[in-house]
């Protein structure tokens, strides 16, 4: 038998086999661009955000207040609850800063009660319509 020697392949597999052992090793799964303890702490300072902004529209929707303006509106609060769940994280922030607002102006005595009923009336019906169109 005679072999035939091809220097063309046996280049390539040369080159090849030099690119794969030259290479650097690749990085270990535990390294990352962010490390997971920044990731780690950025999920917590979100979620405390989510949870403080929740409480505090709750809050509003739980006054007396609130409790009478929905009643006559003929809105359940189980549905503005439901609807404050489904919120997205900027949608939650924004009813949030409306509502710490709207305690301001309440606290400064800014809003009389009937005011204040138009007002709560009509975040709510904003809300349960957000969740609406985007369910």
């Given at each position: 038998?005679?072999?035939?020697?091809?220097?063309?392949?046996?280049?390539?597999?040369?080159?090849?086999?030099?690119?794969?052992?030259?290479?650097?090793?690749?990085?270990?799964?535990?390294?990352?661009?962010?490390?997971?303890?920044?990731?780690?702490?950025?999920?917590?300072?979100?979620?405390?955000?989510?949870?403080?902004?929740?409480?505090?529209?709750?809050?509003?929707?739980?006054?007396?207040?609130?409790?009478?303006?929905?009643?006559?509106?003929?809105?359940?609060?189980?549905?503005?609850?439901?609807?404050?769940?489904l919120?997205?994280?900027?949608?939650?922030?924004?009813?949030?800063?409306?509502?710490?607002?709207?305690?301001?102006?309440v606290?400064?005595?800014?809003?009389?009660?009937?005011?204040?009923?138009?007002?709560?009336?009509a975040?709510?019906?904003?809300?349960?319509?957000?969740?609406?169109?985007?369910?």
């Amino acid at each position: 038998m005679v072999s035939r020697f091809n220097s063309g392949k046996l280049a390539a597999t040369l080159a090849v086999t030099l690119a794969l052992t030259s290479a650097p090793p690749a990085a270990s799964a535990e390294e990352h661009v962010v490390p997971l303890t920044e990731l780690s702490g950025r999920l917590a300072q979100s979620a405390a955000e989510r949870d403080a902004n929740r409480r505090s529209v709750a809050r509003l929707f739980s006054s007396p207040e609130a409790a009478g303006a929905l009643k006559n509106a003929g809105i359940d609060r189980a549905t503005v609850d439901a609807a404050i769940a489904l919120l997205s994280e900027a949608e939650l922030a924004r009813l949030a800063s409306r509502a710490a607002r709207l305690e301001a102006d309440v606290a400064a005595g800014a809003l009389n009660n009937q005011q204040l009923t138009y007002v709560i009336i009509a975040l709510a019906t904003a809300l349960i319509v957000t969740i609406i169109f985007v369910a």
